[in-house]
């Protein structure tokens, strides 16, 4: 069975710019949540989505955006990107997001803001 | 809200020995699980162990183990025979057991080093 499958790998774009970032789930698997990783602030939850709701979010500004599709796959978007947008962004899938069940973690986008 | 702390940043171990990381965290709630997450360099988050808070037997997982103490809010994890495999940085992570999804809190991290 493949992993959590996160495209890109690495990122590069100039502030004010937008960017879209993809996460397949492992097959089954109907919970994808975002997670951002910085130096500064570590692991961050970002938002969750169950069959193409938004179950949870965490405390980030509206520029982090979020959907999830059909198949399950998850596309997150931050737009008017900030310096301090740099980061590491992991993406996680369960079966159904229930507190008892293991969460699979992808490999993560590299995101550099210029 | 709940909080996540490591007070160790790094720490070192000879390959073979035993090390403990130390995790304690901070909830108003009684039911919740308790994670540990390794990040070596290919950044994938991995799970190590698991402890349900309703349990109070500690969980062990191979050469891993962790002491959850309920009362003080401490769940350290002991690797045991330490591996060269096992250098990552190590992360706790809190998940309560009464909402819904996957919103884990986690704390700062600890990078392991293994020395051979």
């Known amino acids: 069975k493949a992993g959590v499958t996160q495209t890109p790998r690495y990122l590069i774009k100039t502030r004010g710019q937008q960017v879209t970032l993809s996460c397949s789930p492992i097959?089954?698997?109907?919970?994808v949540s975002w997670y951002q990783q910085t130096p500064g602030q570590g692991l961050q939850f970002l938002f969750e989505?169950?069959?193409?709701?938004?179950?949870n979010k965490g405390n980030f500004p509206g520029r982090f955006s979020g959907r999830q599709f059909s198949n399950s796959r998850s596309e997150m978007n931050v737009s008017t990107l900030e310096l301090g947008d740099s980061a590491l962004y992991l993406c996680?899938?369960?079966?159904?997001?229930?507190?008892?069940?293991?969460?699979?973690f992808g490999s993560g986008t590299q995101l550099s803001v210029l | 809200a709940q909080t996540v702390t490591q007070s160790q940043p790094e720490m070192s171990v000879q390959e073979a020995e035993t090390v403990t990381l130390s995790c304690t965290y901070d909830?108003?709630?009684?039911?919740?699980?308790l994670f540990w997450y390794k990040q070596p360099p290919s950044r994938q988050m991995i799970l190590v162990i698991r402890?349900?808070?309703?349990?109070?037997q500690n969980a062990t997982e191979n050469r891993f183990s962790v002491n959850f103490q309920k009362a003080a809010k401490s769940f350290s994890l002991k690797i045991s025979d330490s591996q060269l495999g096992d250098a990552a940085m190590y992360f706790c992570?809190?998940?309560?057991?009464?909402?819904?999804?996957?919103?884990?809190?986690f704390g700062g991290g600890t990078r392991l080093m293994v020395k051979p």
């Open positions: 996680a899938s369960s079966l159904a997001g229930g507190s008892s069940e293991k969460l699979f």
């Open positions: 097959s089954g698997h109907r919970s």
């Open positions: 989505y169950f069959s193409e709701t938004q179950r």
């Open positions: 909830t108003s709630e009684s039911d919740y699980y």
């Open positions: 402890q349900e808070a309703y349990k109070q």
């Open positions: 992570a809190y998940r309560s057991a009464h909402n819904a999804g996957n919103m884990l809190t």
